[in-house]
């Protein structure tokens, strides 16, 4: 990484520490002239600050009314909400990095989709997979198994067959064994569905005997430890319904609906309040023109959107 690089983004890091100090210590004088003594040491400070200043302003009131939401959307236990949106502000302020340049998915990837850009391709073996937006997945179809890392997203497979190499795709901590197969995975933050359009797959823990076997029309979920769920009945129409073009959900939590959405609009997308994330809806929207319909979708469920920069959308009540 370039050395100016590196300077910027730990510039707007220290803006960013001081934001939240002083969000937590307005009263604090001595704090106050310390970090007036830092901004007078380079006027680039005060610029950074202010774009910092704007960029959390909205971000912050609107992640502070639900601490219990920004806990999970952290994935890990806060002592406030500060702390994501010091995450994300860091995303957008640094939009020429690596992380924004989605360097790290690169380096493990072998295919990718973009943002909003279903992408399919024919591997060596003649099988095909169909990757959903903002997807990526590894290949490895040497030795005596056919290996597929699911790494983010959704993918369709439509396995060719070769009886004396299986087809195994993993996907968090699980792996699904085609046999003969057309089948979708979906890889959410926390949980993997598997569907099976053709014939059937066998799907259970990494390193576990214990498989389930799951037929056509049918589907399971496991969860990031592996815990496979029961078989239940699937309408693929409606699960796959993002290979034409559109998302479809019936009974689903806005936050599993939202997940989907974002895959084909730029930056993140954060529910800010837990009530409004669980709040199970029905409905189909057009995928081809997703900044239109996220604000019909928003309109239809009394969603309010604020736009804060080109990289982060906040969904509030």
């Given at each position: 990484?370039?050395?100016?690089?590196?300077?910027?983004?730990?510039?707007?890091?220290?803006?960013?520490?001081?934001?939240?100090r002083i969000?937590d210590?307005?009263?604090?004088?001595?704090?106050?002239?310390?970090?007036?003594?830092?901004?007078?040491?380079?006027?680039?400070?005060?610029?950074?600050?202010?774009?910092?200043?704007?960029?959390?302003?909205?971000?912050?009131?609107?992640?502070?009314?639900?601490?219990?939401?920004?806990?999970?959307?952290?994935?890990?236990?806060?002592?406030?909400?500060?702390?994501?949106?010091?995450?994300?502000?860091?995303?957008?302020?640094?939009?020429?990095?690596?992380?924004?340049?989605?360097?790290?998915?690169?380096?493990?990837?072998?295919?990718?989709?973009?943002?909003?850009?279903?992408?399919?391709?024919?591997?060596?073996?003649?099988?095909?997979?169909?990757?959903?937006?903002?997807?990526?997945?590894a290949?490895?179809?040497?030795?005596?198994?056919?290996r597929?890392?699911?790494?983010?997203?959704?993918?369709?497979?439509?396995?060719?067959?070769?009886?004396k190499?299986?087809?195994?795709?993993?996907?968090?901590?699980?792996?699904?064994?085609?046999?003969?197969?057309?089948?979708?995975?979906?890889?959410?933050?926390?949980a993997?569905?598997?569907?099976?359009?053709?014939?059937a797959?066998?799907?259970?823990?990494?390193?576990?005997?214990?498989?389930?076997?799951?037929?056509?029309r049918?589907?399971?979920?496991?969860?990031?430890?592996g815990?496979?769920?029961?078989?239940?009945?699937?309408?693929?129409?409606?699960?796959?319904?993002?290979?034409?073009?559109?998302l479809?959900?019936?009974?689903?939590?806005?936050?599993?609906?939202?997940?989907?959405?974002?895959?084909?609009?730029p930056?993140?997308?954060?529910?800010?309040?837990?009530?409004?994330?669980?709040?199970?809806?029905?409905?189909?929207?057009?995928l081809?023109?997703?900044?239109e319909?996220?604000?019909?979708?928003?309109?239809?469920?009394?969603?309010?959107v604020?736009?804060?920069?080109?990289?982060?959308?906040?969904?509030?009540?």
């Amino acid at each position: 990484m370039p050395a100016n690089r590196n300077s910027d983004k730990k510039l707007t890091e220290q803006a960013v520490d001081w934001f939240l100090r002083i969000q937590d210590n307005r009263d604090d004088a001595e704090l106050e002239a310390e970090f007036q003594a830092w901004l007078a040491h380079d006027p680039a400070r005060a610029l950074v600050y202010q774009r910092v200043q704007r960029l959390m302003g909205d971000a912050s009131r609107m992640l502070s009314s639900d601490l219990d939401f920004t806990r999970k959307a952290a994935k890990r236990s806060l002592p406030r909400p500060h702390n994501l949106i010091a995450t994300v502000a860091l995303l957008l302020l640094c939009s020429g990095g690596f992380l924004l340049a989605d360097g790290p998915m690169r380096l493990r990837a072998d295919i990718i989709s973009g943002v909003g850009q279903p992408h399919t391709i024919t591997l060596s073996d003649g099988s095909t997979v169909e990757l959903n937006a903002s997807s990526a997945i590894a290949v490895n179809l040497e030795g005596s198994q056919r290996r597929i890392t699911l790494l983010r997203g959704e993918a369709y497979f439509q396995v060719a067959a070769d009886p004396k190499r299986p087809f195994v795709v993993t996907a968090g901590n699980g792996t699904t064994t085609a046999l003969g197969t057309a089948f979708d995975i979906n890889l959410t933050d926390n949980a993997t569905r598997v569907i099976v359009t053709e014939h059937a797959v066998v799907v259970g823990p990494e390193d576990s005997k214990q498989k389930q076997r799951l037929n056509e029309r049918e589907q399971l979920t496991y969860d990031g430890e592996g815990r496979v769920g029961d078989v239940e009945a699937a309408d693929p129409d409606m699960a796959l319904a993002w290979r034409q073009g559109r998302l479809a959900f019936e009974d689903r939590p806005l936050a599993a609906v939202v997940e989907d959405i974002a895959r084909y609009i730029p930056g993140k997308i954060i529910i800010a309040q837990t009530a409004l994330a669980d709040r199970r809806i029905s409905g189909s929207l057009n995928l081809t023109a997703p900044e239109e319909t996220l604000g019909s979708f928003a309109n239809a469920f009394q969603i309010n959107v604020t736009r804060v920069g080109p990289y982060l959308t906040i969904l509030s009540k």
